[in-house]
């Protein structure tokens, strides 16, 4: 059979390497980084189906994850809606969660290399799943866990003039806080205190007055900048999926669930490739073709609504829709899954 060399061991590429292990397939994951690790990400999972989970065999890494229905959003500080999920979504670290899909891919046999880097350029039995495609964008995201801060609901979006913020729990009474801005390159304020700066500087001045209350874990910040939203510039030859393949906007609460669903759909292919079965080729357009039809409507939608969250017109529509109870949350969720 042939072997599959995954470059980034991140949720794709992990969660890949284990549903191929359970298929009998040979399998290198190469990480340029070490576990366990803080990421820039929302850390809650949304739409994402058990049976996906249990085709990759990771299903057992969520049982204890906290689970979330109640929704609050806010406009700088003002409450404009509140719901609940129509499924709970789940929330875990990916200092945890990157750390167990690790140990278990290694469990199954898989060879997990960390510290290795590979080369992006296209060859067969390769499958690049290392996150973003590094170019200038006009965005940074910005994450940090805090301890002791009360939540208004399980999962609170808070939308400002210069982008947006979730806030999630997760493991240990923690809450994750992470946010999208546009850059702007004035502020320098160090560590936690950019994240902070970003937030006032859009108009949520309470809610940066709620962090500060708490107790930042300052270990757990880290800031992303240079990249794009939607889908990625790739080469037509070389295999990717995850973040590698596209980004949606991280508002839609839908990124760590489309690296599971994108590692589902790469499954077949490459087990029919390990086989013999079908030719490299085939195997990088079925997987292409796949992610395409899986998530084109989703990234369509998500690109469509996005610009609404930072304009301040879109802004005012959203609010006086969400006031009047007209806002249709759940067909507004239902497009982005």
């Not at 670290?93 to 960390?114: F, K, Q």
């Not at 295999?239 to 690296?259: H, L, Q, R, W, Y």
């Amino acid at each position: 059979m042939g072997r599959v060399i995954i470059a980034g061991g991140g949720l794709a590429g992990l969660s890949l390497a284990m549903g191929l292990r359970l298929r009998g397939v040979s399998v290198e994951v190469h990480e340029a980084g070490t576990y366990p690790r803080h990421r820039v990400c929302g850390e809650f999972i949304s739409g994402v189906e058990t049976s996906t989970l249990e085709s990759l065999g990771i299903d057992a890494d969520f049982e204890d994850a906290e689970r979330h229905s109640r929704v609050v959003w806010f406009r700088e500080g003002r409450t404009i809606f509140e719901g609940s999920m129509p499924s709970p979504a789940l929330g875990i670290s990916r200092h945890r969660l990157d750390l167990r899909l690790r140990d278990r891919v290694v469990a199954a046999d898989g060879h997990v290399y960390e510290r290795s880097r590979q080369s992006r350029e296209p060859r067969e039995g390769r499958i690049w799943a290392a996150g973003r495609v590094a170019r200038r964008g006009p965005w940074i995201g910005l994450k940090c866990h805090f301890r002791t801060l009360p939540m208004s609901a399980d999962l609170e979006m808070h939308l400002g003039t210069n982008g947006y913020a979730g806030l999630a729990g997760i493991e240990n009474g923690l809450v994750n806080v992470c946010g999208l801005f546009k850059v702007d390159r004035s502020r320098r304020a160090p560590g936690v205190e950019l994240l902070l700066d970003y937030l006032a500087a859009g108009g949520n001045e309470i809610l940066v007055e709620r962090l500060r209350a708490g107790r930042a874990d300052e270990d757990s910040f880290c800031a992303v900048a240079g990249f794009e939203l939607g889908r990625q510039e790739v080469q037509d030859e070389l295999c990717v999926i995850g973040d590698a393949e596209s980004m949606i906007p991280p508002f839609t609460g839908n990124g760590m669930s489309m690296a599971f669903q994108s590692a589902e759909v790469a499954l077949e292919p490459l087990w029919r490739w390990s086989r013999g079965e079908l030719s490299w080729e085939a195997c990088v357009a079925g997987i292409h073709g796949g992610l395409h039809h899986r998530f084109r409507r989703r990234l369509l939608a998500a690109s469509a609504l996005h610009p609404m969250l930072l304009h301040r017109g879109g802004r005012v529509v959203i609010e006086g829709l969400a006031r009047s109870g007209a806002l249709p949350f759940g067909s507004l969720l239902s497009l982005v899954r």
